[in-house]
């Protein structure tokens, strides 16, 4: 399928499908797809096994040229990643350099590539904003903490579904009244709500928008 490079721009708050429907997508169009958010679980991870003496300056340096493949590891969901990766992310420093790493993925992928895809918190808002398409994805509350309480589950993980619900209530608080890049919906955003979908109905729904403006 030749297609023009495009770029699409998906956000989200957590466990609402965005990532396994984005990395459909990467898919079937091929495109360059990127979880925004295990950028900064990966640099957590490197700064804790590193523990180095000026952590601004090694965070900045890694975070110019960030392995694809390494997002992918599980190892990245982790309590002690998830924490420190939050409060690296409120570092402006931190995130003007992982910012300019994300938008160099979202506008000069690869040649082998038709486009990019990117899903995150702020990525029609900041990352951007000039995207060819832009989804704002989302589910109820419950429903996201079930499938999170699920996914956990068949990691392995000893997890109680009231402490998940709590603990995304808070994600979902922090991530809309943030100071910088706040979790909102762009203007020109198309709501894609998951609640009643499953993930192949969800994926058919944000394709047919596509290809009713690629065609």
Known sequence: ???????????????AGAGTISKMLAKHYNLLYCDTGKIYRYLAKKLIQKKPKNKISYLKKISKKVDLKKLKDKTLINDEVA???????????????????????????????????????????????????????????????????????????????????????????EDRTRKHSKLKK????????????????????VKKIMDSKLN
């Open 83 to 173: 924490y420190t990766a939050s409060q690296i992310a409120k570092d402006l420093r931190v995130r003007k350099s992982v910012l300019k790493f994300q938008r160099k993925l979202a506008y000069n992928p690869p040649p082998s590539y038709n486009g990019s895809i990117l899903d995150g918190r702020d990525i029609g808002t900041i990352v951007i904003k000039d995207a060819d398409f832009k989804f704002y994805i989302t589910a109820s509350i419950k429903i996201r903490a079930t499938r999170r309480f699920k996914e956990l589950k068949k990691l392995g993980k000893k997890v109680k579904f009231e402490e998940i619900l709590k603990s995304m209530k808070k994600r979902d608080r």
């Open 186 to 205: 762009a203007a020109n955003s198309t709501l894609i709500n998951t609640s009643g979908l499953s993930i192949k109905n969800s994926f058919l729904k």
């Open 1 to 15: 399928m030749k297609l023009k490079k495009i770029k699409v721009a998906i956000d989200s708050p957590a466990a």
